[in-house]
Structure formats: C-alpha cells, structure tokens
C-alpha cells in the first residue's frame, strides 16, 4: 500500500459492500471469545441514505477495506463496520479511512462521531485513542461492544 488507494462509496447492499462485511464478521467470529451472530448486522438500510453512508477502500478494482457512517443526530455521526483486510494492514490504510470517515461526517454537518468496539480488537483501539477518540459511557445496546468512543471534529 503507498497510500493510493481510493475511498468508493457504495451502495451498503451491492455484492462488493456485502462480501467485505461478511469477511469482517468472519473475523469477528474467530477472534470474539464467545463468537459473532451477524444476524440483523448485513442490513443495507442502515448505511445507505437518507440513513448513512457507506464506503469500500479499494486499489485498483481490489477491495481492501470498508466503513460505514450512520446518522445518530443531525449533530453526531457514529462509523460503523470498519474494518481492513488482513492483507492490507499494517501501512496506515486503516488511520486513512479513520480520517476520511470523519472527514466525511464533518462535512455532512456532524461534528461529533462516536463508536463502540469489542475489547479483544487491541489494535482498533489503540489506534482510536492515537487519533484522539475519548471514551465514553454506553451509548447503544450493542452486545458485542465493551467500549464507546466519542469524538469531537474540527475542520482541517
């Protein structure tokens, strides 16, 4: 990766958006202690307008990654399903896709986005903490989460 990949949005139902999510549920079934259930979880609605957004990372026609922003408020938005795949990591991708969803969410008027993640995924958090995210108390009932983040966004 030399920092040339491309951030495509897609509809959160086409084949594409699909496949990269269940790759990302895979893997949360084998390293989640108690496995991953996706059922409910592969729901286009909820990523596609007037309701979000949706992205693929992408190099060439490759699929390297995804993440989605779902509009809590007009004021926060929450990112959702990042992920990058295993190939991938390790060369910043996943920092540059942290930032483009933010950036994405400013510019939809949202300057706050918040988060939640599973504790056994060490690498995500600490790269939330390195960029800035805060925790926070709950803020939804997702059983597979163990802590929420918040940030607030400025323009860059």
Known sequence: ?????????????SPAAQAAMTAYFAELAARFPAGFDPTGYLEPDDYNPPRGRFFLAMSGDEVLGCGGLVWMDDATAEIKRMWIAPAARGRG???????????????SGRPVVRLDTNPVLLEAIAMYRKN???????YNDNPYAGLWFEKRLSAR
Do not use: N, P, S
Not at 1 to 13: I, L, P, R, S, Y
Not at 93 to 107: D, I, K, N, S, Y
Not at 132 to 138: K, M, S, T, V
């Open 93 to 107: 991708l996943a920092t540059r896709l942290l930032g483009f969803l933010e950036q994405t969410a400013f510019a």
């Open 132 to 138: 800035g995210y805060r925790d926070i108390e709950r």
């Open 1 to 13: 990766m030399t920092g040339a990949e491309e951030f495509a949005e897609v509809d959160a139902g």
